[in-house]
């Protein structure tokens, strides 16, 4: 398996936000973690990512333990993420904004550009490239000069996604990655998705709403920060404990 938490505990105080979790993710497989607001799912992300430090428990990436490491660390280790709310450059075009994400990369020194050696066009082109075909993967090319400001609230989130692919993740965590979006652009940004997959990324996504479902191959649902279901998408929706926490009690018989 590519990641794995074992008994992963956050407490904020006295109120354990995540607790005694444990989960796995197989290397290409798109794995859904959901549940109600507040049921602990952007917690278990920033433990994964190195955001926030564990109370207790492990986590352990491609074989090693990563709980507790500094966050651009586990970023070189292969996990990328998006957030909640897309971090852009407003100004940026679409394509400057992928451009500009391949900050893991080895930079060009100053001599090379200031001389434009060929070694600093081979290193520009080759990133040019790059953002383009990313771009192309998730429908975004033909808005690709458009400034990222312009876009439509769910093509602004896609371009996030966008700028996570820039540094080649492993594995990538997508933190709500369809919330607030119109139904045209959760139709668009599900086929962004689905393009991924079929490039055998792997993914763990984060999500409020039930419809993200049908892209993952197996869901885990949390509810206040315990796990109280894993399986099939199928399985997962007739489960009368995830029924009663979403839609409450009345709705589970």
Not at 127 to 132: D, E, F, G, P
Not at 159 to 167: C, I, K, M, P
Not at 211 to 238: T, W, Y
Request: charged content about 20%; hydrophobic content about 45%.
């Amino acid at each position: 398996m590519l990641l794995e938490t074992n008994g992963l505990t956050k407490y904020f105080g006295g109120l354990a936000a995540v607790s005694h979790l444990d989960i796995y993710v197989n290397q290409g497989e798109i794995v859904g973690l959901i549940g109600p607001n507040g049921a602990g799912k952007t917690t278990a992300f920033n433990l994964i990512t190195g955001v926030l430090r564990p109370t207790r428990g492990e986590i352990i990436f491609d074989g090693k333990e990563i709980t507790g490491k500094k966050p651009h660390l586990i970023a070189k280790m292969g996990i990328g993420r998006t957030f909640q709310l897309a971090s852009l450059f407003a100004d940026f075009t679409v394509l400057e904004n992928v451009v500009a994400s391949f900050y893991l990369y080895p930079k060009s020194g100053f001599w090379e550009a200031m001389f434009n050696t060929s070694t600093y066009r081979k290193k520009e082109g080759y990133i040019l490239n790059q953002a383009r075909e990313i771009l192309h993967l998730v429908g975004l090319d033909k808005v690709k000069d458009e400034l990222a400001k312009n876009l439509p609230h769910g093509y602004q989130k896609v371009l996030g996604v966008a700028r996570a692919l820039a540094v080649k993740p492993r594995l990538l965590l997508l933190d709500e990655p369809i919330a607030g979006m119109t139904r045209e652009e959760i139709s668009f940004a599900l086929g962004a998705f689905e393009k991924m997959r079929l490039q055998g990324m792997t993914i763990l996504l984060v999500e409020h709403n039930m419809e993200i479902m049908s892209l993952c191959d197996r869901i885990i649902v949390l509810n206040f920060g315990h796990k109280i279901a894993e399986g099939l998408p199928g399985e997962v929706r007739q489960n009368e404990d995830v029924v009663q926490a979403y839609f409450g009690s009345e709705h589970a018989a």
